[in-house]
Structures are given as structure tokens and as C-alpha cells.
């Protein structure tokens, strides 16, 4: 395994790598790996012959009072992960390198960021879109790999990649849990023994909005209650929001046809969890009840 | 030579020519070709050994109240040159292929779109900076070529493919000029007969600007003032701005030390024309003169 540091050995690397007709997989991360990461591995791994997996925390994608600074960094154990799960190259670019002080071009898929996370960290899918656009001019994998813990970056960079012509495929891969349901993020260590008790219930309250939709539910505002009742039922949480949503577009929905998302953001205290299910709903006539 | 429509097929024809090491040059145009193109595809040909031209009236560089509809298409004649240039492949997308209904990622390079061209098109930077993107991830150019009429484009385009790591190499090619110095532009077939006679004046008056910076004067404002006086000479002008900027952030200078560019854009009744300048200024003591 290397450990690469200059974007222009990389890109060198890259360009040796696809002249041998390599098919690479980029597997782009802040680091702090965990299991979710692991799976990601992986996946790229099962589909290409190299492995690049990035890790740089993207200063752009934190807001001005989130957690950029305190956010885990622990390098030795990530690439100890990766050289365990077989990757080819960690790479992992300097800030200075990234963001020289001349810096100044940013990507921003318009209508999709605005929502849910948008909404809530205005300047958050700018940083993602810039810093996931570059990488990938940088790494130019066939494949990248994002988690679908993440739901509504997936669909920014889908978005991104699609409308620039990017030419790398995005596969999103499913949510990896704790048994007790809590989606893993490296951002879990974070909350107190209380709140890791607390923190299951977004999970559990989207899975009770999934039971109604797979039941027959076609209302979205009576799913997102059930999904927002259940939340109620624990004191520590603070609701960011709930929605049932297209997942394409990510607009909420009045009726619920097809595939839907359910996506939720709760704060227990400081830290804020987000998770998401992606649910089918069975056409009239073939709810789960009746197979 | 190939006129290729297809995004898809533009994509597998690079891929093919990548695959056998082939170089390839991106000429990227708005078509109404002229000499001006006809160098920049010459000197495309000799660096590379595979050109493309593309040809896109791209509609999201055009202001509301702008000649986008009115832009001339030539595309027979267009295809005409390419081929008697030696041209391997015209690429011709359509304007549903390039901004489908679901369009919507932009890409922006900050600072130096705002002042002068930025200032007078407040939109036209980010469809210059979305299309060439676009472009360059659709063909993957080892080099693209631009004339350096636009310069403001020229200096966005480099910003942008820096600051994303599209690597690609952006090759600005002096500006063509009809005998009278009038610089060559797809535009300039809007002028009437008076205007025609009068549109040389903008380059004669950056020459005195030239001039005046040769024989020693380093004082920005009266290099500009000279510029202006000369323009002030042709009745039929109406200044836009002149401008003595840093030829790499276009900031405006007080003091000229270095490279300079010198910025113009007039109008002669409604056809906007823009021209400029890159003076060197010798170090004292080494003036022109005393050459």
C-alpha cells in the first residue's frame, strides 16, 4: 500500500494506473474510519482493480461554528484499516495543497442543495460539491463510493457528476449500523453515554415510517407523524426536521408513490445525527400485508 | 474528419484515442469560425495529435437582453475550415444534451469574475466557467486552447482549472487582427459600415497606453488617462472601462511594475467590443528608448 501526501504523485499515479487499464475506485473520506468506511473498502475493492481511498477533513464543508477543528483525525489507525482491507493508495492531501491561497472556484448544485441539510448548513453541499469535484479530477476513478448514511450528499454529487460530465460512476452504499440501529459516523464519538443511549431512536422512528408506508400508508404528512411521534418518545431529542421526500429531487411529498426517502435530523444536546431509509411503496392491491 | 453530435459518443472517442496515447487539443468554440480560430486550431494541430473543435453557442454565457439568439450559426461552413485545417473531430452538442431539464450545477471562479467584463455581464462567468468544464471533462483535452482576446475568460478558465485540478493545460493564443487592427471576433458582423471605420480605435488606443508604458511611465491612472484620450478621439465610442490590471488576478493597478495587461471594452452603438494588451515594463534604467 502507498501512502500518497503531493496531488501531482497522485495524478501521476492515476495516469500509470489507467494506461495499464486499471479500473480504479475512489472511496473519498474525512478519515476516522469505521466500519461504514470498511464496507465502502469493500465494495471498490469487489469492483476495481485499485483502491484509492482519500482522507482529508474539507475545512470548506464545515460551517463557520461546527466541529472542524475537533473533528476526529487519526491517521495511523485509517491506514492501518485500509492497508488491513487491501487499498492500493490512502491519499491524503495537505490543506495548503487543496485550498492554495489563490483559491477561489467553487461548484454548487443549485436546487438540491437547499433543503433538509442545506437548510440547516447553508454553506455545506458548496464545500462538499467543490472538494468531491476535485477529487475526482484528481483521482479520475470509474467508480466512487459514498456511503447512504449521507443521503442528500449522494444526490449532490449524483447531480455534480451528471451535470459536469464527470464521467466517474457514484454508487452509493447501504447504511452500516450499530446492532442497536444507531448509523455509524465517525462523528458518534462525540455523545455522551446518555445520548449513545438516546440515539437509536432515529433510526427506530424511520423504520416506524417505513412500517406505515409498507402497510399502505400513502399519506406523507401521516407518515412523517408516525416518524415524529416516535421521535417524541425520547426527552434527550431536539427535531432539525423529518420529511418524506423524492429521493431524485429530494422535494417532500403529499402522496406517496414509488420510492420515497425518509430522511431525519435530531440533536441530542451539541451533536446532530442524521440518517435516512430509502422505502418502496408496494402499488395498491400488493401491500406487504397481503404477500 | 468526424462531426460528432453525441456527448456519448464525443466520450468514447476520446477514450479510444486516450487509449492509444494519442494527445488530444480542445479548440472550444461558439462557431462563426474566423481567423482567429483558424490559429488557435493551427496551433492546436502542432502541439497535439488529435484536435477538436468544439462548436457551442453556449445559451448561459448570454445576458437576458444579449445576442444569444441572434449569434451567428454557421455550422456548414464552420465544418468547411476544420477540414481544410486538418480538424479530426467537430463536436457538436445540443443544447437539450448539454443542460437537460435536471441541469442545474454551476461552477464559479470568484475574484476574477467580478470586475470589468464581470462587472458589465454579471451572469456570463459562470455559463463561461459550467460550459468550459463541461467541455474539458467531456474530451479530456491534454491542452485547450483560447484566444487571448477574451482575456477575463482566459483568466477565469485558468483559475477555475487550477483551482477543480482539471488537468488540463490552458494555452492562450495571441489575438488575430484585421490589417487595421480591429481583433478579429464572431461579432464583429453586427457593425455597421460607420462603425466598422471607427472600431479600430480601440486597439490604437491601448497601443498609446502600450506606448506610453514602453517609454517609462509607471503611473497606472495616467497610462489610462492616455488610453482614454485617444479613445475620446472617435465620436462614435461610448467607454465601458479601461482598465491597468495585474494580468493574473486583474486587480486594478496604481503603480506598474512587471506584466501588465491593459483592459478595453466600448460600445459602438449596441455591438460591445473588448480588446486588450500584455506590456511588459522594463526595469528603469533599461527603457525601450535606450534600447
Known sequence: MRLIRSISVMNAYRLALLREGVRIGLVPTMGALHQGHRTLIRTARLACDAVVVSVFVNPTQFGPHEDFSRYPRQLKQDTAMCRDEGVDVVFVPSQEAMYPSSFQTGVTAQAVSQRWEGAHRPTH????????????????????????????????????????????LIVSCPTVRDPDGLAMSSRNVYLT??????????????????????????????????????????????????????????????????????????????????DNLLVKAKIKGRRAKSR
Chains 1, 2 share one sequence.
Request: aromatic share 4%.
Open 193 to 274: 453515554a446518555a445520548q449513545r443511549r438516546a440515539a437509536p431512536i432515529l433510526y427506530r422512528a424511520l423504520r416506524a415510517g417505513e412500517t406505515a408506508i409498507l402497510k399502505g400508508s400513502r399519506d406523507a404528512a401521516r407518515v412523517r407523524h408516525t416518524v415524529l411521534m416516535k421521535l417524541a418518545d425520547e426527552p434527550l431529542v431536539q427535531i432539525d426536521y423529518v420529511s418524506v421526500c423524492d429521493p431524485d429531487s429530494l422535494e417532500p411529498l403529499t402522496r406517496i408513490i414509488g420510492k420515497v426517502v425518509l430522511l431525519g435530523a435530531i440533536r441530542l444536546g451539541p451533536v446532530r445525527l442524521i
Open 125 to 168: 453541499f458548496g464545500g462538499v460539491a467543490t472538494v468531491v469535484t476535485k477529487l475526482l479530477n484528481i483521482v479520475r476513478p470509474h467508480i466512487a463510493f459514498f456511503g447512504q448514511k449521507d443521503y442528500q450528499q449522494v444526490v449532490v454529487v449524483r447531480r455534480l457528476v451528471a451535470d459536469l460530465n464527470v464521467g466517474t
